[in-house]
């Protein structure tokens, strides 16, 4: 009998740093509610599948070059494009588990320490979106993260870059729960389970609305 019914669902984001293990324990957190019966549906930012997904991809993999404000409007476009279903399927009852969102697209923008690109900018396209019940920070010290075999090709998949968005991450901890991520596999989901019980219960309990940011 799943949870949810009659309920809206709950709108989980698993943020981090690259090499934390995001993808990961999203897909462990997935098969976890649902096999508590929830109704589970997952999302990924960006979302390279759709045409400004696709101009992010190629972004991110250095095939297009672009102004640092241009992008940034782009992560945050791509979010809108998912906004309405994000509602209505919290709506219907469904819990979302979402891999990145507007956490990320604030301070990767700000880490590039253009003049010209503050946080409080940053932060401006994205006010309005459905607001998560709960984020967790997988939280990676920049040494474990070398020790998992250092950073991939991308963008910004370097190690000064890495620095400031962890530095950046860590103004907004007042709005994440923070997972120590260099913990096994098995205790990080856990620790990720008993940070979002309480919200769980609110959600599905009918105490608590999809807020906006
Ligand atoms: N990223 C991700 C941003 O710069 N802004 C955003 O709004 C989002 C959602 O894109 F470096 C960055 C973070 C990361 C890169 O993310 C791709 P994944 O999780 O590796 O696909």
């Known amino acids: 009998e799943p949870k949810t019914i009659g309920q809206r669902g709950a709108f989980i984001v698993i943020e981090g740093l690259d090499r934390a293990g995001k ?4 897909k462990r957190l997935c098969d976890k509610l649902y096999s508590q019966g929830h109704n589970i549906k997952t999302l990924r930012f960006p979302d390279r599948t759709s ?3 696709k101009m992010i991809d ?3 993999q250095s095939q297009t070059e672009m102004d640092d404000h241009v992008i940034h409007l782009l992560f945050s476009a791509n979010r809108w494009e998912k906004a309405k279903w994000m509602e209505e399927t919290l ?3 469904c819990t979302i588990v979402c891999d990145r969102y ?7 923008s700000a880490a590039k320490h253009n003049p010209n ?3 409080d900018w940053a932060r401006a396209p994205d006010v309005g979106l459905p607001k998560p019940d709960a984020v967790i920070f997988l939280d990676l010290e920049p040494e474990e993260a070398e020790k998992r075999g250092g950073y991939g090709d991308e ?3 370097k190690k000064e870059m890495q620095q400031r968005v962890r530095e950046l991450f860590y103004t907004f901890e007042s ?3 923070v997972v120590n991520a260099g913990e096994s596999l098995e205790i990080v989901g856990d620790h990720i389970l008993e940070k979002i019980e309480e919200t769980l219960k609110d959600v599905l309990e009918g105490r608590s609305r999809v807020g906006k940011f």
């Not at 993808?23 to 999203?26: F, G, I, L, M, R």
């Open 51 to 53: 045409p400004i997904g």
């Open 58 to 60: 190629s972004y991110l």
């Open 91 to 93: 709506k219907k009852g």
């Open 117 to 119: 690109l503050s946080l």
């Open 23 to 26: 993808t990961t324990q999203v």
């Open 102 to 108: 507007y956490h990320s697209g604030m301070v990767y």
């Open 155 to 157: 963008k910004y998949e």
């Open 175 to 177: 709005d994440m729960k």
